[in-house]
C-alpha cells in the first residue's frame, strides 16, 4: 500500500468553524460532488438532490453545522472566502425561497425538511462520517456519490483509502515518529527543517513560506478578533462569550486598536505564573469562541481543537520573544510534523477517537513545536509530544447538544497548559532515559480508540451530553 503523504497544508487548513470533520468536511464534500456533476456535464439536467447524513454527521450535525456547511458548499461558496457574516442570510434564503442554485449555476428546487436527511440510527463501515449525495437528472437517471468526512477537514470519496492529493518522491518519507528521528540525526536537521525539505518536493520554499504565513495571519486575526469579541454564541445553550471580559480585565480596560499594540501592551503587563496563565488560557477561549460562532479559524489539527496550538503560539509570541516569521514558520511546520504521524498512525477524528484525537493530538503538536522553538533536541522535541498525549489518553468526545462549546471551549485551554507543561518537563529531561516512545503512546491512542464506546465519540450520546439538562430550539 502506498505511504500517505501529508503536508503541513493538509494539516493546517483555513475554514470555518464550528467542526473540521462536520463542517469544513461536509462543506467540501458538497463541493466535490458539485464538481463531479460539472465533470459529468450533466449539472444543468439536474433536477432534484438529496442528501443523506449519516452516524456521527446525523446525531451532532445541526449543532455542527453539517446541513449550514452542506448548503453552502453545493451552492458554491468556499470556506476560505465565503464572507462568515453572510452565512445566516443564505440559508434563511435557501430554506425561506426552497431555491438551491447548484455551484451557482444551476438553480433547482430543494425542500430543507424532506432533502436534507438525518439517518440517526444508521452508520456505514469505513467510518461514522458519511454523507451520500444523490442527484436525480431530467432524463430519470440519477449519480450518487458517498463522502467520508475522516478529521481535520479530510475527506475520501467512497471506494478510496486517502485523499486524491498528488503523490511526489519526498527526500525525507516519514510513517512513524521513529522514522523521523532517523532523518533527524542522520542529517543533523531539526524537525521544522525535514518538513520544510519535504514540502520543496510540492512547491517552492517561498511558496511555503508564505502560506505558513498566511495560515498564521488568520490565527492572528481570530485570536486578536475573539479576545474583542462579547456576547453569546449561537446554538441555544446561551454560553457567554469569555475570552473578551478576561482579556479586558488583564489589559486594566484599556483600548488596543491592532494586533502588535495589544501585544505590546500584554508583554508589558507582567510575567507572574497567573498572569501568563491567564493569557493561555484568554488565547484559547478566544480561537474556540470564534470556532463556535461561526467564525473563520485555521484547523489545528481540526476545529473542534483549534485554540491549542495558536494559544501555545501566542504565548511563544507574546512571553518568549518568537514574533519573528523564522521562529513562526519553524513553530508551525514542527507541529505538522507531529499531527501528520498521529493521522497516519491513528486518528485526528473525534468520531473516531473521542477528544484525544483532537485536543490530545493538538496538544502534542503544539508541546513539540514549542519545544523545538525553544532549542530543545529532536529527541526532547519527540517526548515533549509523547508527554503531552499520555496525559490525554481516553479523553472522550461528549458535546453537550451537539454543540462545539461544553466542554469543547474549555477543553483547548486544558490542552493549551498541558503542552507548555509537558515541553518544560521535556527539555528539562534526558530524553535517552525515557520509558514510552512516541511511537507507543501513538499506538496506544489508537487500541483505546478502538476499545472506547461508540457513545462517546462525538454522538453526544454518552458523558456530560446526558449529564446536563437542554432544551434547545428546533432547527
Not at 473563520?296 to 519573528?324: D, E, K
Not at 471551549?409 to 529531561?429: C, F, P, V, W, Y
Not at 496506544?444 to 461508540?454: F, I, K, S
Request: glycine share 8%; aromatic share 8%.
Amino acid at each position: 500500500m502506498q505511504q500517505e503523504q501529508i503536508s503541513v497544508f493538509d494539516i493546517f487548513k483555513i475554514g470555518i468553524g464550528p467542526s473540521s470533520s462536520h463542517t469544513l468536511g461536509p462543506w467540501r464534500a458538497a463541493q466535490k460532488f458539485t464538481d463531479l456533476l460539472i465533470q459529468h456535464n450533466v449539472l444543468n439536467n439536474v433536477e432534484q438532490v438529496k442528501i443523506l447524513l449519516y452516524g456521527s454527521l446525523a446525531k451532532t450535525g445541526k449543532g455542527h453545522g453539517t446541513d449550514i456547511a452542506i448548503l453552502l458548499g453545493l451552492s458554491g461558496g468556499d470556506p476560505v472566502t465565503f464572507d462568515v457574516n453572510a452565512i445566516d442570510s443564505t440559508v434563511n434564503q435557501i430554506k425561506g425561497e426552497q431555491k438551491l442554485s447548484l455551484a451557482a449555476k444551476h438553480e433547482i428546487s430543494f425542500t430543507y425538511a424532506e432533502d436534507l436527511i438525518f439517518l440517526f440510527n444508521e452508520s456505514l463501515p469505513f467510518h461514522p462520517n458519511a454523507v451520500t449525495f444523490q442527484a436525480f437528472l431530467n432524463n430519470g437517471k440519477a449519480i450518487s456519490e458517498t463522502y467520508y468526512s475522516i478529521g481535520g477537514g479530510f475527506v475520501v470519496k467512497e471506494g478510496q483509502e486517502n485523499s486524491d492529493k498528488e503523490s511526489v518522491e519526498l527526500p525525507f518519507p516519514v510513517e512513524k515518529a521513529s522514522e523521523l528521528l532517523h532523518w533527524c540525526l542522520s542529517t543533523g536537521l531539526k524537525v521544522s527543517e525535514i518538513v520544510m525539505e519535504n514540502e520543496a518536493a510540492w512547491r517552492p520554499e517561498e511558496k511555503t513560506r508564505k502560506g505558513i504565513l498566511e495560515h498564521f495571519h488568520v490565527i492572528r486575526d481570530c485570536i486578536y478578533r475573539g479576545c474583542h469579541t462579547d456576547g453569546f454564541l449561537p446554538g441555544g445553550l446561551n454560553v457567554a462569550r469569555r475570552a473578551a471580559k478576561l482579556n479586558k480585565r488583564l489589559i486594566n480596560n484599556q483600548t488596543y486598536t491592532d494586533y502588535n499594540t495589544w501585544v505590546k501592551a500584554i508583554q508589558n503587563g507582567g510575567t507572574g505564573f497567573n498572569y501568563i496563565l491567564d493569557w493561555v488560557s484568554c488565547f484559547a477561549l478566544a480561537v474556540n469562541e470564534e470556532n463556535a460562532a461561526f467564525g473563520r479559524v485555521v484547523t489545528a489539527p481540526t476545529n473542534g481543537a483549534s485554540g491549542v496550538i495558536p494559544a501555545v503560539l501566542q504565548y511563544f509570541i507574546t512571553f518568549c520573544n518568537g514574533y519573528t516569521e523564522d521562529k513562526i514558520i519553524q513553530f508551525i511546520a514542527c507541529a505538522s510534523e507531529i499531527g501528520s504521524i498521529f493521522k497516519k498512525g491513528a486518528t485526528i477524528s473525534a468520531a473516531m477517537g473521542g477528544c484525544q484525537a483532537e485536543i490530545g493530538v493538538s496538544s502534542a503538536m503544539a508541546a513539540a513545536a514549542l519545544t523545538e522553538c525553544l532549542g530543545g533536541s529532536q529527541r526532547q522535541v519527540l517526548m515533549a509530544a509523547e508527554i503531552a498525549m499520555e496525559h490525554h489518553l481516553g479523553l472522550t468526545c461528549d458535546p453537550i447538544g451537539g454543540l462545539v462549546q461544553i466542554p469543547c471551549i474549555e477543553r483547548n485551554t486544558m490542552g493549551a497548559i498541558k503542552a507548555i507543561t509537558a515541553s518544560q518537563l521535556a527539555l528539562q529531561s534526558n530524553p535517552d532515559k525515557a520509558k514510552v516512545s512516541l511511537d507507543a503512546v501513538v499506538n496506544t491512542m489508537w487500541e483505546t480508540a478502538l476499545d472506547m464506546n461508540v457513545k462517546y465519540k462525538e454522538t453526544s450520546d454518552g458523558g456530560l451530553a446526558t449529564k446536563v439538562p437542554i432544551s434547545l430550539p428546533e432547527c
